[in-house]
């Protein structure tokens, strides 16, 4: 255990994040790059990490972007092999590719029992497979290291399911139970220093849920007014939020901390509405 005072450090830490140029995560490439972290944003969209990366450069952030589709294996092995050359070791994996669409989500015009089959396995093989098939790839490096930890984004919905969302929903509460899994998995078969633990962010006003709680002139839906009803709260997190929690999670402070999804959401999961 280090010093109270270096409880929080990420000096030097490699830190792969994939879904790295997105809302959430690319504010945690910013933040732990901030810190000292040396920072791997491995994501799909081209676009989306040359301005991140440019952010990233003027900041002084040592880091590099590789696209990556989660949902392939040989990509994923691939940018594991570019972050091992160019840092030489990876320390941490956050599995933040993940989001919902409008194809998979009910509405006034698309009832449940029409929920296109691609739709739902689109959403369940982004959130859930993703997070797996990066677990192994990178967890496989980690057990034979012996050290390592995971962060994965579970949500909300993961504690009790959110309606119109049925898909984003159950997949999240796949990621929560894998990280139980996972975390179990890792310390009994290759080592006690590997921990596998995920942040359920309550809600954030982001490009994934936008259309379900805002209306074209940027006023509430009413869904969006009953979530900030139901945030004891009363507002919705920002991407900055999230980043104390997933710097206590990677760091030594939380070095005995192993399969715990923690929530980050205004209290919204304590409040039973009454
Ligand atoms: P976002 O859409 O802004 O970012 C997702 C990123 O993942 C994008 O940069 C995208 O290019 C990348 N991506 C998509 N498919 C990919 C693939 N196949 N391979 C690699 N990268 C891929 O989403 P966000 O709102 O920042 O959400 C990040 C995570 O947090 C997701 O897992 C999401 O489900 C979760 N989450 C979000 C909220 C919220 O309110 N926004 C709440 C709870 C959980």
Redesign the pocket.
């Known amino acids: 255990m280090s010093k109270v005072e270096d409880y929080f450090n990420v000096e030097g830490k490699v830190i792969a994040i994939?879904?790295g140029?997105?809302?959430?995560?690319s504010e945690m490439a910013r933040s732990l790059g901030e810190a000292g972290g040396k920072i791997a944003v491995?994501?799909?969209?081209e676009r989306?990490m040359a301005l991140l990366s440019n952010e990233l450069t003027e900041k002084g952030v040592e880091h590099i972007t590789i696209k990556?589709?989660?949902?392939e294996k040989n990509d994923l092995i691939r940018a594991k092999d570019e972050i091992l050359e160019t840092f030489g070791k990876i320390d941490i994996l956050i599995n933040?590719?993940?989001?919902?669409k409008p194809e998979a989500t009910t509405s006034k015009d698309k009832s449940f029992f029409e929920l296109p089959e691609d739709a739902v396995q689109w959403v369940f093989n982004?959130?859930f497979l993703?997070t797996f098939l990066a677990s192994q790839v990178f967890g496989e490096y980690f057990a034979e290291k012996g050290y390592g930890e995971i962060i994965n984004?579970s949500?909300?919905n993961a504690f009790r399911p959110l309606t119109k969302i049925p898909a984003y929903s159950a997949a999240?509460a796949a990621v929560s139970n894998f990280t139980q899994w996972l975390a179990v998995h890792m310390n009994h078969n290759y080592s006690k220093k590997i921990r596998v633990n995920a942040i359920?962010?309550?809600?954030?006003l982001?490009?994934?849920?936008r259309f379900l709680l805002t209306n074209q002139d940027g006023s509430l839906t009413q869904r969006g007014n009953q979530i900030l009803d139901h945030t004891p709260m009363g507002r919705f997190g920002e991407p900055k939020d999230l980043i104390s929690t997933v710097m206590w999670l990677i760091s030594d402070s939380s070095e005995f901390v192993n399969g715990v999804v923690v929530p980050i959401d205004g209290g919204f999961a304590a409040y039973s509405g009454v």
């Open positions: 994939t879904g140029a997105g809302v959430l995560c491995v994501d799909l969209s989306a990556t589709n989660v949902l933040g590719a993940g989001g919902n982004l959130n993703g984004i949500s909300m999240k359920a962010p309550g809600f954030l982001t490009n994934q849920n």
